[in-house]
């Protein structure tokens, strides 16, 4: 329901291999497109979009040994944060988007009954994302979502 598109698929990858690295080692857009089999424009313009952005995720370097290499904390940037960045303002339907121009966006705006109950979907949606860092996401370890009886046995012996 809820998917994310493949910029973002490739975003996260490139930051996931990134944030593995040396700290202060350069990261090419050719190595993460090799390494991983992304398409390289993709991937380039996705690593571009992050190093462009005011206070950016990555810093460039320019030249034949350049690449980038991430300039903030993850555990300061939510997933939400790199969703501005890739896709811009985002919102699960059109209409939630704050409208650039006076044209009404939906042909049934005028008599939609799921505007309000869309609005407090999009806010819980939008907050839990803000909830998540990036170091979370792809740095640490994720909890067991099912542990098997095993493991809950396990536990609760010590």
Avoid: W
């Amino acid at each position: 329901m809820n998917k994310i598109n493949r910029k973002l698929e490739y975003a996260l990858i490139a930051l996931k291999h990134m944030s593995q690295k040396i700290p202060g080692e350069l990261t090419s857009a050719k190595e993460v497109s090799d390494s991983f089999h992304t398409p390289f424009d993709a991937t380039a313009r996705v690593m571009q979009q992050m190093a462009q952005q005011k206070g950016g995720l990555l810093r460039s370097e320019h030249g034949a040994t350049g690449g980038y290499q991430i300039t903030r904390d993850l555990a300061k940037v939510s997933i939400h944060d790199l969703l501005e960045v890739i896709e811009g303002p985002t919102a699960l339907v059109k209409c939630l988007h704050k409208p650039l121009s006076k044209e009404i966006s939906c042909d049934l705006q005028e008599t939609c009954n799921i505007v309000s109950p869309l609005t407090q979907l999009n806010h819980r949606l939008m907050e839990f994302y803000k909830s998540v860092s990036l170091k979370e996401l792809l740095i640490e370890k994720a909890p067991t979502l099912n542990p098997t009886k095993k493991q809950t046995e396990a536990e609760l012996h010590g």
